[in-house]
């Protein structure tokens, strides 16, 4: 299994509408992938690593597939709409990394 | 709920020993959290969003707990044991954040 991370980096001044990522933007996501997005997962930053320091990105989604393959077989078709709608919750250019799941 | 994410840097050069980190440190950080960690990943970077680019973090942990406070209490008394066994597995420092866990 493999994940695709998505980090909005918490740049100072930057939008970023939480409610809009998590109920709009990250079904739409999932709904386009269908069953290819096993599951998908979402994170608010809250800090960093020492006591009331920033955190190094201001949210993050994790989505879930059996491989590299499935992903962009699923997400490629519905990138353009996916990318479109991005504006609606950010200013922020996201850090965009895919793993292998080695514990899941 | 809350995740801590301990992302290493994928540094050019940089040592990092993914069957260490797998079998030997994270089961031994989820030994001295015990139930307070209640479960947690391990992600190998592949690669980045733009094909045949490199990963952001060579690896990654997320470790999942009911709270900032549980997590707190739960590692902070073995944290010097836990970061003595760092340089077991790399030489990097890694980036370390705290989410607030929004789709599970």
Chains 1, 2 share one sequence.
């Not at 990522?21 to 608010?44: F, Q």
């Not at 990138?79 to 514990?103: G, H, K, R, W």
């Amino acid at each position: 299994m493999i994940k695709v991370s998505v980090m909005y980096p918490n740049n100072p001044g930057a939008r970023f509408d939480h409610a809009y990522y998590r109920d709009t933007h990250m079904p739409l996501v999932k709904a386009r992938m269908g069953d290819a997005c096993l599951k998908y997962t979402v994170d608010k930053g809250l800090g960093g690593g020492a006591p009331g320091s920033a955190p190094t990105y201001v949210g993050m989604c994790h989505i879930f597939c059996d491989s590299v393959e499935s992903f962009q077989a699923s997400f490629g078709p519905h990138a353009q709409e996916i990318m479109a709608d991005i504006p609606n919750y950010t200013d922020l250019t996201p850090v965009i990394q895919i793993s292998e799941v080695v514990v899941a």
